[in-house]
């Protein structure tokens, strides 16, 4: 059974509301869990490729990531848990896991499932809360894996976006 129902939820999922690009997240996290969420997605099976700028390389471990001196280029980890559906992990800070999501890739429920899928893994592994927002408003997630509920819940009314 689906944790969420499309019917339910389209309206955080139409890119013209909130924006095509959602900010996810997971806060209070270490590099420790960066490193986790790094051998998660080496060991998934998903496609993946670090970048630095326009460079593609293999992908160093979150405390190298995180000792780059200040100024230098910031990498990002692109990661295809399905082959039409891109997630971008964006190492700016040790203490929170942010990524994006195209909306645009999300539609129906079968993307649905899939992205409830990628959200509980990553929640799973780290034991933490993974929250979706609109671009810009992280203070009010809509969505997001809940540990304690072991799946993805609402955390706002979609009929009122």
């Not at 689906?2 to 019917?7: A, E, I």
């Not at 593609?56 to 980890?77: C, N």
């Amino acid at each position: 059974m689906p944790d969420l129902w499309w019917n339910d939820v389209k309206n955080f999922f139409d890119p013209g509301l909130i924006g095509a690009l959602p900010d996810v997240s997971v806060s209070g996290v270490s590099v420790e869990d960066w490193q986790a969420v790094f051998d998660l997605v080496r060991s998934s099976g998903w496609a993946w490729e670090y970048r630095e700028g326009r460079v593609v390389g293999s992908l160093p471990s979150a405390e190298v990531v995180f000792a780059r001196p200040a100024g230098s280029e910031t990498g990002d980890l692109r990661v295809w848990p399905d082959p039409a559906a891109l997630v971008i992990f964006r190492p700016y800070s040790a203490d929170s896991i942010d990524f994006d999501v195209d909306l645009r890739e999300l539609q129906g429920q079968r993307r649905l499932d899939l992205l409830c899928a990628f959200l509980a893994t990553i929640g799973r592994r780290l034991g933490k809360p993974v929250l979706m927002a609109a671009k810009g408003d992280e203070e009010h997630p809509v969505l997001g894996f809940w540990p304690e509920a072991d799946r993805v819940v609402l955390l706002a009314d979609p009929r009122r976006v």
